[in-house]
């Protein structure tokens, strides 16, 4: 196809206010809209290959594939290759490994599977993810080889000529549709996944087989462009990441991209202007290496100066015009050059190979830890030090056990039992230890222990779950008490301590439509109480361990961090107003039970707290292996704790229990 200014110039928009939305302009708060503008374009231009090869009749579906790996993996190798590289001296164990995983990921074009499990760039730990951005290029490059073999099968199905064309409006109708559906009912997926993203490149399709047809003056077209640009612009002004998305908010930047691509307005200033067409040249690789550059800001907590987003952005540009023409532009003219298929494609494989074998190495090494001094080696590794047995003792839907009960210690004489989400595997075996015979487990993570209730996001089989433990705990001796543990301020205020959520993130199993915060605190402290109190009612005595400090940062990967990059790190804390601000509403809910039906709490802030302060590590000893689990290490500062609540249950013996089954650990 012919160069177009004015696409050229949509293109400089695009990656422009994206740039801007990710070094937290904050004007620009829907910036992420430019990416669908690029999902536009892309449509639009590959539409126009495939169909005048295929009215030509030369299409050739190898050869297609083949220049879209020309087009977009030398630079995308490059910017892989130089994180790897620089990552060698500078990343944490547990962070060069990870993006070792996504750089096997970014080159396969399957990144987006990868950042639709680890959530997105909404959440907490974004910005410790390098290659994030490269979930748009999957999407593309999935694009590229299914809609080929969609249109091909349109054809192979109808001989009639408009035949691809109707398949291309079934597909962007069907795909609109679900966009819409899903965005509100699985958010990520719709965010990340071609199916619900396919209807925005298809909308640049179905500009270029029906403007053709657009009868227009030049001020006609003028008005036109002005507008489709003028609803990017209001995109990227008006929406927020609180803005469902795609779904159907997205219709005004890609309606508006449609718009401008349609007008063919070439002479339009502000998109031919120098400015534009020079960013617009170097758009890929400024959206390639922009992420990186923010990434490392916010590594050396510079994120948020004014002088360091500054500087970010001018670098990005600087890169992106650097790898144009440093990357780009030769690796097209050497590509040429290497002549047939075969010898192209070998090129870029052995390319990718250099890439992808050193990332899997990065990622089968577990970051490589032989790099590191001792001391950074030594903490790092804390993020690995937890419950060994915790994956075959916990609960996993779909499991052949459907719920294992694990008893530590003495399998044959259980005088306590352990029950809760993943916070109660983080002191588990602390608790086994002070006490002296044995202690069952039962453990779901991110269950909550109480009546009919499941965490949003998660399937509701933390209902079933809660009431088996019930059921089983009949074949344990009756005096054998109870201790639940949860990561209570979680299912109110969301998992980042730092950001609260904006409703609590518990679903009430029969009440699905209660949504406000004042709703859903009500019904999860009637649940909450409720299971306590049912669990006092079959005679055991129940104990709380009232909520654990949680931390802003990683702690061990900020500690190795810190020394990797030649700092002298502080210990990790919380204040403890802080933690009392964030667990007063359960605190309340906890201190009721106590009162309704004889809880006892266990307060675990005399034995990590001190001086106004909750401390994630002792002279750089991590005692988390994340943000709020206590490591094996950590748990042991609760052991005075636990022996003072349960070192005498081995002053007497407790009646047998019936054979166990499911048991393990």
Not at 171 to 178: G, P, R
Not at 254 to 273: D, E, F
Not at 539 to 556: A, C, D, K
Not at 581 to 592: F, P, T
Request: contains cysteine; hydrophobic residues 50%.
């Amino acid at each position: 196809m012919e160069f177009r200014q004015d696409i050229n110039g949509l293109r400089a928009l695009a990656v422009l206010v994206v740039v801007l939305f990710h070094f937290g302009l904050a004007p620009v708060s829907g910036g992420f809209a430019g990416v669908d503008v690029f999902f536009v374009i892309s449509g639009y231009l590959m539409t126009g290959i495939v169909f005048s090869r295929m009215e030509q009749g030369r299409f050739s579906l190898p050869d297609f594939w083949l220049a879209r790996g020309r087009r977009i993996l030398p630079a995308l190798l490059a910017v892989c290759a130089t994180l790897l590289l620089l990552g060698w001296f500078r990343l944490s164990p547990m962070d060069y490994k990870m993006l070792g995983k996504h750089a096997l990921y970014s080159v396969t074009f399957l990144s987006n599977f990868i950042y639709q499990g680890e959530s997105g760039y909404f959440d907490a730990a974004s910005q410790d993810k390098w290659l994030l951005h490269t979930w748009s290029l999957s999407v593309e490059w999935q694009f590229y080889m299914l809609y080929p073999l969609w249109l091909l099968g349109a054809r192979a199905v109808s001989r009639h000529p408009r035949a691809p064309v109707w398949a291309v409006w079934a597909a962007f109708a069907a795909s609109l549709a679900a966009s819409a559906v899903w965005t509100t009912r699985a958010p990520t997926q719709a965010y990340f996944q071609l199916a619900f993203r396919a209807w925005e490149l298809l909308a640049g399709a179905l500009v270029f087989l029906h403007a053709p047809r657009l009868q227009a003056s030049p001020g006609q077209r003028s008005a036109l462009a002005l507008a489709g640009l003028a609803a990017i612009v209001c995109s990227c002004l008006h929406f927020t990441h609180d803005t469902p998305w795609p779904g159907m908010a997205a219709l005004l930047p890609v309606g508006g991209a449609a718009l401008v691509i349609a007008a063919a307005r070439h002479g339009l200033w502000l998109t031919g202007n120098p400015v534009a067409q020079a960013l617009g040249r170097w758009s890929y690789s400024i959206y390639l290496w922009h992420w990186p550059v923010w990434a490392a800001l916010a590594y050396y907590g510079a994120h948020r100066q004014p002088a360091a987003i500054a500087a970010g952005i001018a670098a990005s540009v600087v890169l992106g015009m650097l790898s144009f023409r440093l990357v780009e532009q030769p690796a097209a003219r050497l590509l040429n050059r290497s002549g047939t298929r075969p010898r192209v494609a070998l090129a870029l494989s052995a390319a990718c190979a250099a890439v992808l074998l050193p990332a899997g190495l990065v990622y089968v090494l577990h970051g490589v830890e032989q790099r590191l001094s001792p001391k950074v080696l030594a903490i790092a590794k804390e993020d690995g030090n937890r419950f060994k047995d915790r994956v075959a003792c916990e609960f996993h839907p779909g499991a052949a056990d459907p719920l294992p009960r694990c008893v530590l210690g003495d399998r044959k004489d259980v005088r306590l039992i352990v029950w809760g989400d993943s916070h109660a595997s983080a002191v588990v075996t602390a608790v086994a230890e002070a006490v002296p015979h044995g202690v069952a487990y039962y453990g779901y993570q991110s269950c909550p222990t109480a009546t009919g209730v499941h965490y949003r996001g998660w399937d509701n089989t933390c209902v079933a779950f809660n009431e088996a433990v019930l059921a089983d705990m009949r074949a344990l001796p009756p005096q054998a008490p109870v201790l639940i543990v949860n990561r209570f301020a979680s299912y109110v205020f969301g998992k980042d301590a730092g950001n609260p959520e904006p409703v609590p993130g518990v679903v009430m199993d029969d009440e699905p439509q209660l949504s406000t915060r004042p709703e859903l605190e009500a019904a999860y402290k009637r649940r909450l109480i409720g299971m306590l109190c049912r669990v006092r009612q079959t005679g055991r005595e129940v104990f709380v361990l009232e909520s654990l400090p949680e931390m802003t940062v990683y702690v061990p990967n900020h500690l190795a961090r810190a020394l990797l990059r030649g700092e002298r790190p502080d210990d990790v804390k919380v204040s403890m107003a802080d933690y009392r601000a964030r667990n007063a509403v359960v605190g309340a809910w906890l201190q009721e039970a106590r009162t309704t039906c004889g809880v006892r709490l266990l307060d675990p802030t005399p034995y990590l707290c001190a001086d106004g302060w909750c401390g994630g590590s002792r002279r750089l000893q991590p005692l988390y292996f994340d943000t709020n689990h206590l490591s094996e290490r950590g748990n042991r500062v609760l052991l005075p704790l636990f022996r003072q609540a349960f070192g005498g249950l081995g002053a007497r013996k407790l009646a047998a229990q019936p054979a166990a089954t499911g048991q393990g650990g």
